[in-house]
């Protein structure tokens, strides 16, 4: 079965420092991984897709097979990244969609 | 071009009664997913729907049940609602729903069930 962990709730970081958001996900085939961001009062919104292999708001995130991770990456943090960070899977050799978020990390960057 | 749009935002129900959500998709998608997001369980599937055919179903009782209407326009129905209900319902659409598609969510519909 298909399952995603962040083992972080809650992580706060200060303004400037490097930020890392960790996703680590179970399943035997190739899955497409997501970064979805919810910021407050604003609706869930992607950030990132591996597929895509592209730079968002300076985050990256990169799939590591061998580890089964999809970790987020951000060199220097802004105060407006202050948001709920959800991890997702989505197994394309399923018929229909079926993603699998994880539990979601809250990012707090202080100032 | 206009977003996904849930309806209603709120509503407040009492246990035993039964709800009904609904979600228009953006133009063009053709792929409906629910989810329900509570703060203990989280981000959880619910079921999707594609040219009006459930194609995938979460781990939730038959109490919930959704449909998906020729125009894509989406309602899932919980009957006999219990306290634990009380959840954010979530909709997104995407074109196909294939693996890579990215989902558009909707702001949400919050049930409080008394």
């Known amino acids: 079965a298909q399952r995603v962990t962040q083992p972080e709730k809650l992580l706060s970081v200060f303004k400037g420092a490097p930020v890392e958001l960790k996703c680590n996900y179970s399943?035997?085939?190739?899955?497409?991984l997501f970064w979805y961001v919810q910021y407050s009062r604003q609706r869930l919104q992607l950030l990132l897709r591996?597929?895509s292999r592209e730079s968002i708001k300076g985050f990256t995130a990169d799939l590591n097979k061998g580890e089964t991770s999809f970790h987020l990456k951000k060199p220097f943090a802004q105060e407006e990244d202050s948001a709920m960070y959800y991890c997702?899977?989505?197994?394309?050799?399923?018929?229909?969609?079926?993603?699998?978020f994880g539990p979601g990390t809250r990012l707090s960057v202080l100032p | 071009k206009a977003g996904v749009t849930q309806t209603p935002r709120y509503l407040i129900k009492t246990r035993g009664q039964q709800v009904t959500l609904s979600c228009s998709p953006i133009?063009?998608?053709?792929?409906v997913s629910w989810y329900q997001q509570t703060p203990g369980q989280g981000l959880q599937f619910l079921f999707e729907?594609?040219?009006?055919?459930?194609?995938n179903k979460g781990n939730f009782p038959g109490r919930f049940s959704g449909r998906q209407f020729s125009n894509s326009r989406s309602e899932m129905n919980v009957s006999t609602l219990e306290l634990g209900d009380s959840a954010l319902y979530l909709c997104?659409?995407?074109?196909?729903?294939?693996?890579?598609?990215?989902?558009?969510f909707g702001a949400g519909s919050r049930l409080t069930v008394l």
């Open positions: 997104a659409s995407s074109w196909t729903g294939g693996g890579a598609n990215v989902l558009t």
């Open positions: 399943y035997s085939g190739s899955p497409e």
């Open positions: 591996h597929i």
């Open positions: 997702a899977l989505s197994a394309p050799d399923n018929y229909g969609q079926n993603f699998v």
């Open positions: 133009s063009g998608h053709r792929s």
């Open positions: 729907y594609f040219s009006e055919t459930q194609r």
